[in-house]
């Protein structure tokens, strides 16, 4: 199985910061990799697949990177509806997808 | 827009049934794939399984042989049967139009709760 880690777990920020979230697969992934945002009390919503296409309407201040086993979602420029949790997940095993811990983005 | 409504959580006593109901607008239902992906309330998100036209469905292992999916394309239904129920199938349950390799929209969730 492949196993996806997320780091931080948490971090707390400020509006208008740049925001660094990293993802690691225990194996290579390609970029079968996409990026969550879940608002609290929220479902997920999709904002980046295939490790750095954005998904329909998604602010520009976010962007994803990486191949392999390595992958980042920055957001630059946070602002408050971007306090939320993200996750990661991998599609390289599909059907069989695992989804990353997620890191938590709270207000410092 | 894509809008999907789930429906038929509830509390339930371990061994026991129940089907979840999920109805889909915004897309071309028959083409899609449709998911479902539970989350245990705090925590972090599990794959359940996914269905594809009448015949292809795909299961994660700790529900593989008790959780059945099906779909109703007249009625843009897509219904997830959960049999012989543990605790740790308590969790809310999302139903997603999915892309092959990502979950491209998700509904609000219905919460199911295994538990004697």
């Known amino acids: 199985d492949v196993q996806m880690t997320q780091s931080p777990s948490s971090l707390s920020a400020s509006v208008g910061d740049r925001v660094t979230i990293t993802c690691r697969a225990s194996q290579s992934i390609g970029t079968y990799l996409s990026w969550y945002q879940q608002r609290p009390g929220q479902a997920p919503k999709l904002l980046i697949y295939d490790a750095s296409t954005f998904d329909g309407a998604v602010p520009s201040r976010f962007s994803g990177s990486g191949s392999g086993t390595d992958f980042t979602l920055t957001i630059s420029n946070l602002q408050p509806e971007d306090f939320a949790t993200y996750y990661c997940q991998q599609a390289y095993t599909t059907p069989l997808f695992t989804f990353g811990p997620g890191t938590t983005v709270d207000i410092k | 827009e894509v809008h999907l409504v789930e429906s038929g959580g509830g509390l339930v006593k371990p061994g026991g049934s129940l089907r979840l109901s999920c109805v889909a607008s915004?897309?071309?239902?028959?083409?899609?794939?449709m998911a479902w992906v539970r989350q245990v309330p705090g925590k972090g998100l599990e794959w359940v399984g996914r269905?594809?036209?009448?015949?292809?469905?795909e299961y994660a292992a700790p529900v593989q042989g008790r959780f059945r999916l099906s779909r109703d394309d007249s009625k843009n239904m897509v219904y997830l049967e959960m049999n012989n129920l543990k605790t740790e199938d308590t969790a809310v349950y999302y139903c997603?139009?999915?892309?092959?390799?990502?979950?491209?929209?998700w509904g609000q969730g219905t919460l199911v709760t295994v538990s004697s």
């Open positions: 915004g897309f071309t239902f028959t083409e899609a794939w």
């Open positions: 997603c139009w999915s892309g092959y390799r990502w979950f491209g929209a």
């Open positions: 269905i594809r036209g009448a015949m292809t469905t």
